[in-house]
């Protein structure tokens, strides 16, 4: 199936621009390692060349992940919602299957951060390569550290304006035009209590506003504040 689910797009989203600056580093050790190859090959050191050759295949695939992850828009249609993959390829969601639509914190210390995600009825969410907000709250209201398990200091409003929130916005109000009031969106609401894998509570944001903690597995999950 192709990106754009084969009928009219109604919107591109911004992606993920700061990769670039991760990809330029990884561009130049590749392109210092093949003209190292080169020079040992002129030269004739086969140890050189086969050093170079073997440590290329490193900065290669990184490069590839950064510049798509940077330059390649999610598309949203009448009928479907497309992200890229990280290495090829497009993955390609009916909004028919749609039962969930919003940011996820992902706990991790210094590089906890916020994720625009989708889920389906069944399964793990689909996280989605929008620009995510860089912090969760405006300059004056952030704290200094980042404690591993939620953030601090929300600013909901900050979280709905940002990139992110906006196309969280688009796609919510899409998948229920198309779903109708009693369809799996409207039903399930999955950002609301979905879990991520791995991490300790959670804090979410939805399209609706709502926003607050999801509690772990081995706690007794309380009902979403609004």
Same mark, same amino acid.
């Given at each position: 199936?192709?990106?754009?689910?084969?009928?009219?797009?109604?919107?591109?989203?911004?992606?993920?621009?700061?990769? =670039?600056?991760?990809?330029? %580093?990884?561009?130049?050790?590749?392109?210092? #390692?093949?003209?190292?190859?080169?020079?040992?090959?002129?030269?004739?050191?086969?140890?050189?060349?086969?050093?170079?050759?073997?440590?290329?295949?490193?900065?290669?695939?990184?490069?590839?992940?950064?510049? *798509?992850?940077?330059?390649?828009?999610?598309? =949203?249609?009448? /009928? $479907?919602?497309? @992200?890229?993959?990280? #290495? $090829?390829?497009?993955?390609?969601?009916?909004?028919?299957?749609?039962?969930?639509?919003?940011? $996820?914190?992902?706990?991790?210390?210094?590089?906890?951060?916020?994720?625009?995600?989708?889920?389906?009825?069944?399964?793990?969410?689909?996280? !989605?390569?929008?620009?995510?907000?860089? $912090?969760?709250?405006? *300059?004056?209201?952030? /704290?200094?550290?980042? *404690?591993?398990?939620?953030?601090? +200091?929300?600013?909901?409003?900050?979280?709905?304006?940002?990139?992110?929130?906006?196309?969280?916005?688009?796609?919510?109000? +899409?998948?229920?035009?198309? +779903?109708?009031?009693?369809?799996?969106?409207?039903?399930?609401?999955? +950002?609301? /209590?979905?879990?991520?894998?791995?991490?300790?509570? /959670?804090?979410?944001?939805? %399209?609706?506003?709502?926003?607050?903690? !999801?509690?772990? %597995?081995?706690? @007794?999950?309380?009902?979403? @504040?609004?």
């Amino acid at each position: 199936m192709t990106r754009d689910g084969g009928d009219a797009v109604l919107a591109r989203f911004t992606p993920r621009r700061y990769m =670039l600056i991760m990809a330029v %580093p990884m561009a130049v050790l590749a392109m210092l #390692l093949l003209a190292g190859a080169i020079t040992a090959a002129v030269n004739n050191q086969p140890i050189g060349v086969l050093w170079c050759v073997v440590i290329l295949p490193v900065p290669v695939p990184l490069l590839v992940i950064c510049t *798509r992850l940077a330059l390649l828009r999610v598309v =949203l249609t009448a /009928t $479907h919602l497309s @992200t890229p993959r990280i #290495l $090829h390829g497009w993955t390609t969601v009916p909004l028919a299957e749609i039962a969930g639509v919003g940011m $996820h914190y992902h706990s991790g210390g210094r590089a906890a951060s916020w994720c625009l995600t989708v889920w389906c009825a069944q399964g793990s969410g689909i996280g !989605i390569n929008v620009e995510p907000p860089n $912090h969760s709250a405006p *300059r004056g209201q952030r /704290t200094i550290l980042k *404690r591993p398990n939620r953030p601090l +200091q929300v600013n909901w409003e900050y979280l709905a304006d940002s990139p992110a929130g906006r196309a969280a916005q688009l796609i919510s109000k +899409q998948v229920t035009d198309f +779903q109708g009031p009693g369809g799996l969106l409207a039903t399930q609401q999955r +950002q609301l /209590t979905a879990r991520v894998i791995g991490s300790g509570p /959670t804090a979410y944001w939805s %399209p609706d506003g709502r926003g607050g903690v !999801i509690p772990p %597995p081995t706690l @007794t999950s309380s009902a979403p @504040t609004t």
